[in-house]
C-alpha cells in the first residue's frame, strides 16, 4: 500500500509540474485556441460589389473587341543566291544563312467573310501567313491585295464563327479622346494598352505616300503592327502602323491609319482587286510668302499649283498655275499631304468642288478627277 501511494504521488507531481509548464508557456494549448485555428478578422466585398464594372475601367470595351484582333505570324522561305552551290564562293564566302525568315505582327477581322485588315509591311514578301485568333484556332491565310501607298493588306481566312470588329468613325476623333492599342507586341500574346488621341492629320513622316496618321500615345510596340486603335466603345478608329522609337519600344508615340482610309482600301480591293485612286494633273506646293508674292496672290492658307497638266482633269476645269486650292468637296485643305490625300479619296468620273482663291478673288471650280496612274509621283 505504501508502494502504491508513494507511486501516485510522483505521478501527481509530474502532471502538476507539466501543467504548469504548459500554464506558463502555451496556454492556447488549453483553451483550443492553436496555430492550426487561429483565424484573422477580414473585410470582404459584397458580391455584388466586387464583380461590379470599377469607374473609368475599359473592360466592356475590350472584351468586345479584342476577341476580332488577331495575331500574325509569317514566314519566307530561304532564298538560294546563284552561288551558293558554288564550291569556289563558299570557300571564300563562307557558308550563307540560308534559314527561313519569321516575322509577327497584328490584324484585324472586320467582316464575317474572313476579310482581315493588317500592314503591308507585315505581310509583304511573305511565303507563308498564319492568323492566331484569340482562341486559339489557327488558319492559313490568303493576301487578297495590297495597296503599299497607304501600307495597307487585305487577307482572308476560312473559318466559322468569327468575331468581327465594328467600324467607328475616325473622322469624329478630336484630341484628347480615350483609345485603347490592341495587338501581339513582341510576341508575347495579346495586349491591350490606353492612353488618348495626341495629334490628327499627322503627315510628311515619309512613312507612306498618303499620310494621314493618328497620333496616340497608347502603347505601341514591334508586333503591334496591323492591330486595332478602337475607342471606348470598343469601335475600331485606326489600324495600328507605325512608332517613333530610339530603342525599338514605345516611347508614346504611335502612329494609326485612320479607319476611313481602310475602308476604303478594303472596299477596293474586295471589289475591283485594287485601290483606285482620284488623280486632277497638278503640281502642289506649300503656300510660302515668296510664292504667294511670285504669282501675285492674298492667301494665307492652302496649297499654291505651281504647274497644270495640259488636257489634264485641273486643266480641263480651269484650274491654272497660281491658284490656291483652299478646300475640296466641302473639305478645307492647309497642306500638300492633305490636297493629295483628298483628290485620292475622289471618286473617278465624278465632279467635285474645289475651293480657289486668286489674284482677282475666289472662285469654285467642278474638277471630275481621272484614275491616278501606277506610279508614284508627285503630281495630283
Do not use: C
Not at 507511486?7 to 509548464?21: G, K, M, P
Not at 544563312?97 to 516575322?103: D, E, F, K, R, S
Request: no cysteine; aromatic share 6%; charged share 15%.
Amino acid at each position: 500500500m505504501k508502494r502504491f501511494w508513494l507511486l501516485f504521488s510522483q505521478s501527481v507531481t509530474v502532471l502538476l509540474a507539466a501543467y504548469f509548464v504548459v500554464v506558463t508557456l502555451k496556454p492556447a494549448w488549453l483553451d483550443g485556441r492553436g496555430v492550426r485555428s487561429a483565424t484573422v478578422a477580414l473585410i470582404e466585398a459584397p458580391a455584388s460589389t466586387a464583380t461590379a464594372i470599377p469607374p473609368g475601367s475599359f473592360r466592356l470595351a475590350a472584351q468586345k473587341s479584342s476577341s476580332a484582333v488577331v495575331s500574325i505570324n509569317t514566314s519566307k522561305n530561304a532564298r538560294s543566291g546563284p552561288h551558293n552551290a558554288d564550291p569556289w564562293f563558299r570557300f571564300f564566302f563562307g557558308e550563307q544563312n540560308n534559314a527561313p525568315q519569321v516575322g509577327l505582327g497584328s490584324g484585324v477581322i472586320v467582316s464575317a467573310d474572313g476579310y482581315l485588315l493588317t500592314n503591308n509591311h507585315v505581310v509583304e514578301s511573305a511565303d507563308e501567313i498564319e492568323v492566331v485568333l484569340n482562341d486559339s484556332r489557327r488558319a492559313t491565310a490568303k493576301v487578297i491585295g495590297t495597296d503599299p501607298e497607304s501600307d495597307l493588306a487585305v487577307l482572308k481566312i476560312e473559318l466559322d464563327r468569327l468575331p468581327v470588329m465594328v467600324l467607328g468613325n475616325s473622322d469624329s476623333l478630336q484630341v484628347g479622346d480615350q483609345v485603347l492599342a490592341i495587338g501581339n507586341p513582341f510576341g508575347v500574346g495579346q495586349t491591350v494598352t490606353s492612353g488618348i488621341v495626341s495629334a490628327l492629320g499627322r503627315n510628311q513622316l515619309g512613312i507612306n505616300t498618303f499620310e494621314n496618321f493618328i497620333q496616340t500615345d497608347a502603347a505601341i510596340n514591334p508586333g503591334n503592327s496591323g492591330g486595332a486603335l478602337v475607342d471606348i466603345d470598343g469601335n475600331l478608329l485606326g489600324i495600328n502602323t507605325a512608332i517613333y522609337s530610339r530603342s525599338g519600344g514605345s516611347m508614346g508615340i504611335g502612329f494609326a491609319i485612320p479607319v476611313s482610309t481602310a475602308k476604303l482600301v478594303l472596299e477596293g480591293i474586295v471589289k475591283d482587286g485594287q485601290v483606285t485612286r482620284g488623280w486632277i494633273g497638278v503640281e502642289p506646293n506649300e503656300l510660302t510668302p515668296e510664292l504667294a508674292q511670285t504669282f501675285g496672290v492674298t492667301a494665307k492658307q492652302g496649297v499654291i499649283i505651281t504647274g497644270v497638266l495640259q488636257n489634264g482633269p485641273a486643266a480641263l476645269a480651269g484650274m491654272k498655275p497660281g491658284d490656291v486650292v483652299t478646300g475640296v468637296a466641302d473639305r478645307e485643305v492647309r497642306n500638300v499631304a492633305e490636297l493629295l490625300s483628298q483628290v485620292a479619296a475622289l471618286e473617278p468620273g465624278t465632279a467635285a468642288a474645289f475651293e480657289v482663291q486668286r489674284a482677282d478673288g475666289k472662285t469654285t471650280l467642278q474638277v471630275t478627277p481621272g484614275v491616278r496612274p501606277k506610279s508614284r509621283q508627285r503630281a495630283q
